[in-house]
């Protein structure tokens, strides 16, 4: 609440754990219910942290963030859990949470001469475990560095993501072989 002097609350990280969070946060997107907050780090990890929705405005501490499992607690017993599900060897350029669908993401990635610059998942919200959660989505999609993503509110087949090069877009980002096309007419 910015109308008043807002009361800032700790979630996760700590100085003293760095390598508990895998660097710092250089991304970071909410889901649509506001529950997860979706954070990428330096070191290419891809984090949720959950339980965002139950913290209210009459939180008046920093939540303890030296727990054990990952489980972030405060006075008040409220749990804000934080799970590391996603680990790249490039640089986690935007996170593109469906404004629809809890559960769907869609990550973009930078760096030169990779193969995969695009992935997506259908388990954002509900996996436990690090591993098996992100498909590469880049199908025709030149291989260069990926800026940013979105998922279309009216479809979530569509996103349309910024590029090296330009824009692109795909009407299926859920087929096997997923078909993107340069949108760079009048730019």
């Known amino acids: 609440d910015f109308t008043a002097k807002p009361d800032w609350i700790k979630v ?7 390598d508990k969070y895998a ?14 907050l979706f954070v990428a780090t330096s070191a290419g990890a891809l984090y949720r942290i959950s339980g965002l929705s139950r913290l209210t ?13 990952g489980i972030i607690a405060n006075p008040k017993n409220l749990y804000v859990r934080c799970t590391q599900i996603g680990s790249f060897s490039q640089t986690i350029t935007s996170i593109a949470p469906d404004p629809n669908n809890i559960n769907h993401l869609v990550i973009t990635l930078g760096n ?9 998942t259908t388990k954002a919200d509900s996996t436990k475990s690090l591993t098996g959660n992100f498909t590469a989505v880049q199908g ?3 291989a260069m560095p990926v800026y940013s993503a979105v998922i279309d509110k009216s479809n979530p087949k569509t996103v349309v993501v910024g590029t090296e090069y330009g824009i692109y877009a795909t009407d299926d980002i859920t087929k096997a072989s997923v078909q993107w096309t340069e949108q760079n007419n009048g730019m």
Request: overall charge negative; cysteine-free.
């Open 12 to 18: 996760a990280g700590d100085k003293s754990t760095p």
């Open 23 to 36: 660097g710092m946060a250089n991304f970071m997107a909410f889901s649509a219910d506001g529950n997860n």
């Open 57 to 69: 405005d009459t939180i008046n501490s920093d939540i303890e963030v030296n727990s054990p499992a």
């Open 112 to 120: 030169y001469g990779m193969s995969n610059y695009v992935y997506r």
């Open 140 to 142: 025709n999609l030149p």
